[in-house]
């Protein structure tokens, strides 16, 4: 796959309270937010999530290890 010189991320979704993967993704950078530190809510599969942690939190961090993981919990309702 060529990506033309866009950074991609590879995003992991984590359950927080199963801990199983829900998703997983490629991403460009340029897509995600600058940090997970401010509540942030995610729409996947129809459903609204919360996202608890990730790993690393900031985008630089992730930039230089080309690698994401989100734990997040679903939202009730």
Do not use: H, W
């Not at 033309?4 to 950078?29: C, E, H, W």
């Not at 997040?72 to 309702?77: D, E, F, L, T």
């Amino acid at each position: 796959m060529l990506n033309f010189g866009r950074r991609i991320i590879k995003v992991t979704f984590y359950d927080q309270t199963s801990g199983t993967v829900i998703s997983s993704a490629r991403m460009p950078l340029e897509r995600l937010p600058e940090s997970f530190a401010v509540d942030t809510v995610l729409k996947m599969a129809g459903a609204e999530y919360i996202v608890v942690r990730a790993e690393p939190p900031t985008k630089p961090l992730f930039a230089a290890s080309k690698e994401l993981k989100v734990v997040v919990r679903k939202q009730p309702g």
